[in-house]
């Protein structure tokens, strides 16, 4: 196969249920991190994605050709991948070729319209966690939040945004836009709320990326679960303390049907809240 999709990475975007993120800019460079499943490698060495439901992803690819793929499998091993955008096409072998995805086949919701094509740039060195390290990394993050939520009546999000969060076996995926102009996307495990307008990241993952951010970076984070359901929210990079990454949260949207898109949160009712 193509390099630089080694066979590791190769087989993990393979999987049909492995959980795979599109992380996008818009023209202003504010991040966008939501689930595409059918990413998957074609044989020519790119990746190709069916244009199913993505509104927001395609309107920032007109306007920005970096993308980056956060991927992790089911031995908890993840990756980080950078890319540029080559183009939908309606009609050719890539538009059959995600047609056949068992995931799209039968789809209840609506048709795929294009296939888009990302040209891999660069793929990150993997990093991977035991069901163990998993376990203890959510533990202590959980246990941080504890002591780390305001007690205000602040809120970005809902409560069954906050559950999702709250879930050891949901799966996150973060993106800032890094140094090279590229949307850094990548997976993570120990990702909880404290509060409704606070995140908490602390696993291996979060360690090797957000070590080479500044504090105001902005963050978009996704998160799926086995319904499936998925939601996005965004908000500031705040430091790191007590081992653990902060992220303050000003937007919450449904990364799912049957409210895609949607703002979840009440940005009117925040600011009649903000202090004067």
């Given at each position: 196969?193509?390099?630089?999709?080694?066979?590791?990475?190769?087989?993990?975007?393979?999987?049909?249920?492995?959980?795979?993120?599109?992380?996008?800019?818009?023209?202003?460079?504010?991040?966008?991190?939501?689930?595409?499943?059918?990413?998957?490698?074609?044989?020519?060495?790119?990746?190709?994605?069916?244009?199913?439901l993505?509104?927001?992803?395609?309107?920032?690819?007109?306007?920005?050709?970096?993308?980056?793929?956060?991927?992790?499998?089911?031995?908890?091993?993840?990756?980080?991948?950078?890319?540029?955008?080559?183009?939908?096409?309606?009609?050719?072998?890539?538009l059959?070729?995600?047609?056949?995805?068992?995931?799209?086949?039968?789809?209840?919701?609506?048709?795929?319209?294009?296939?888009?094509?990302?040209?891999?740039?660069?793929?990150?060195?993997?990093?991977?966690?035991?069901?163990?390290?998993?376990?203890?990394?959510?533990?202590?993050?959980?246990?941080?939040?504890?002591?780390?939520?305001?007690?205000?009546?602040?809120?970005?999000?809902p409560?069954?945004?906050?559950?999702?969060?709250?879930?050891?076996?949901?799966?996150?995926?973060?993106?800032?836009?890094?140094?090279?102009?590229?949307?850094?996307?990548?997976?993570?495990?120990?990702?909880?709320?404290?509060?409704?307008?606070?995140?908490?990241?602390?696993?291996?993952?979060?360690?090797?990326?957000?070590?080479?951010?500044?504090?105001?970076?902005?963050?978009?984070?996704?998160?799926?679960?086995?319904?499936?359901?998925?939601?996005?929210?965004?908000?500031?990079?705040?430091?790191?303390?007590?081992?653990?990454?902060?992220?303050?949260?000003?937007?919450?949207?449904?990364?799912?049907?049957?409210?895609?898109?949607?703002?979840?949160?009440?940005?009117?009712?925040?600011?009649?809240?903000?202090?004067?």
């Amino acid at each position: 196969m193509p390099e630089p999709l080694n066979s590791q990475v190769y087989a993990a975007l393979e999987g049909r249920f492995t959980p795979k993120f599109l992380a996008t800019l818009d023209d202003s460079g504010e991040p966008n991190c939501v689930p595409v499943l059918t990413i998957h490698p074609y044989h020519d060495g790119t990746l190709v994605f069916g244009e199913f439901l993505m509104r927001k992803s395609r309107a920032n690819l007109c306007a920005c050709d970096a993308v980056g793929v956060a991927v992790i499998d089911e031995s908890f091993r993840g990756w980080s991948i950078k890319g540029r955008f080559r183009g939908f096409e309606t009609r050719g072998e890539r538009l059959d070729f995600v047609n056949r995805l068992p995931l799209l086949r039968y789809n209840a919701y609506t048709g795929v319209r294009a296939a888009g094509a990302i040209e891999v740039a660069d793929v990150s060195p993997p990093i991977s966690m035991s069901k163990y390290r998993v376990l203890g990394d959510y533990l202590r993050a959980r246990a941080i939040a504890l002591f780390a939520t305001r007690n205000d009546n602040r809120s970005c999000m809902p409560v069954q945004v906050a559950e999702k969060f709250l879930r050891m076996g949901a799966v996150r995926a973060a993106a800032y836009r890094d140094g090279d102009g590229f949307p850094r996307a990548f997976p993570l495990m120990a990702c909880v709320p404290a509060g409704r307008d606070r995140l908490v990241m602390r696993d291996p993952f979060a360690a090797a990326y957000m070590k080479d951010i500044e504090p105001g970076t902005r963050l978009a984070v996704a998160v799926l679960t086995r319904e499936p359901v998925a939601y996005q929210v965004k908000g500031v990079y705040a430091g790191n303390r007590t081992g653990a990454a902060f992220i303050e949260l000003d937007a919450c949207y449904s990364a799912s049907p049957p409210l895609l898109g949607e703002r979840l949160d009440k940005p009117e009712a925040r600011a009649r809240r903000a202090p004067r």
